[in-house]
Nanobody, 124 residues
Framework: QLVESGGGSVQTGGSLRLSCSTS????????YAWFRQVPGKEREGVAA????????DYADSVKGRFTISKDNANNTLYLEMNSLKPEDTAMYYC????????????????????WGQGTQVTVS
């Protein structure tokens, strides 16, 4: 249902763009987000977008470096990652919340019910 791509290995300071196909979720009344997880740690919210309000939220650790966007015409969610650091290394997941609103922090994983399989990002 959600399919990520674009992960890979990159050197410190480099850039990557992750993509997530959201075919099947064409309504604009959704929240979409990117999360990341490393083994042994909880899944961390990285960036979220409310496509109805065109508003975004970012984790403090990625503000100014990462940009989330949604191409509604192509049903694709993106995460542009610049100035990558080794601590950005993780499995990255896209997620969707099938609701017009979010009762709390849009970067909290519990609010999302649809998940992709993940794409690995390694920064060295």
């Amino acid at each position: 249902q959600l399919v990520e791509s674009g992960g890979g290995s990159v050197q410190t300071g480099g850039s990557l763009r992750l993509s997530c196909s959201t075919s099947g979720y064409t309504s604009r009344l959704y929240y979409y987000a990117w999360f990341r997880q490393v083994p042994g740690k909880e899944r961390e919210g990285v960036a979220a977008i409310n496509t109805a309000r065109d508003s975004t939220d970012y984790a403090d650790s990625v503000k100014g470096r990462f940009t989330i966007s949604k191409d509604n015409a192509n049903n694709t969610l993106y995460l542009e990652m610049n100035s990558l650091k080794p601590e950005d290394t993780a499995m990255y997941y896209c997620a969707a919340r099938i609701a017009a609103s979010c009762p709390g922090d849009a970067l909290h994983a519990s609010y999302y019910t649809v998940w992709g399989q993940g794409t690995q990002v390694t920064v060295s």
